[in-house]
């Protein structure tokens, strides 16, 4: 009898409430946030003078990446060059109330065989300079004993990591090196699209019920007590 009561008194509901449902929860599992922009400036390598402090070429061929030129070292052992960014009063105020989080990415690659390593690092560093933590991308990481010719970016030699910015942090340097290993003149290290963004820790949002939801389970809670109540009655 009461099976039959709770499918004449909810079936309908339940129809009307889970195709309201279902799209919600969906979309809250599937949706993505837009990314940030990136705090690096110049980090496509698409101007040859802004942002970075130090020595490097523009490469654009051999190998080929279809967001077009990229960080060359050119002649010697090693190359580097950097940049700072120093936290603004938001990025204090998030890192000091909720706490900061990062992404940093970037293509890293080289030329045919040669196994020359490049590296994206970040490092953070304290109003008294002192250095409360790092992160970085190698190009060792991908390195199979050859590399592509034709590269697509975000793709086979795309690496991210990501992580919490350390409590303390006022500012962080941003450093591309390059290191030659095998033979030959050039340093090829090669470093493309390099990105780094804050964001705030991700929280899982509550999917809110839809009207006839909240009726089915208010519904539901009714019959429950109408089932105790008749239990207690005497045969």
Not at 123 to 150: I, K
């Amino acid at each position: 009898m009461f099976t039959a009561l709770f499918r004449s008194l909810f079936a309908p509901v339940l129809r009307r409430a889970l195709p309201a449902v279902l799209p919600a929860v969906l979309l809250g599992a599937l949706a993505s946030p837009v990314a940030a922009a990136s705090l690096i400036v110049n980090g496509t390598f698409d101007n040859t003078t802004d942002g970075w402090e130090g020595t490097y070429r523009l490469r654009s061929t051999d190998p080929w990446i279809d967001t077009g030129s990229y960080f060359f070292a050119g002649p010697g052992t090693f190359s580097a060059i950097s940049q700072t960014y120093s936290l603004t009063g938001d990025d204090l105020s998030r890192l000091g109330t909720t706490g900061l989080d990062y992404t940093m990415s970037a293509d890293l690659f080289g030329w045919h065989t040669q196994e020359d390593r490049g590296v994206m690092s970040v490092f953070f560093f304290g109003a008294d300079d002192t250095q409360l933590g790092s992160d970085a991308l190698l190009s060792s990481t991908l390195y199979s004993g050859s590399w592509d010719t034709r590269i697509t970016a975000g793709g086979k030699y795309y690496q991210e990591t990501s992580g919490a910015v350390p409590l303390g942090t006022a500012y962080l340097t941003f450093v591309l090196s390059s290191t030659r290993i095998s033979g030959g003149t050039n340093n090829d290290g090669y470093i493309d699209n390099a990105y780094f963004a804050f964001a705030d820790p991700i929280a899982p949002a509550p999917v809110p019920l839809p009207a006839s939801a909240l009726m089915l389970l208010s519904g539901l809670a009714g019959v429950a007590g109408l089932r105790r109540r008749s239990a207690k009655k005497p045969a």
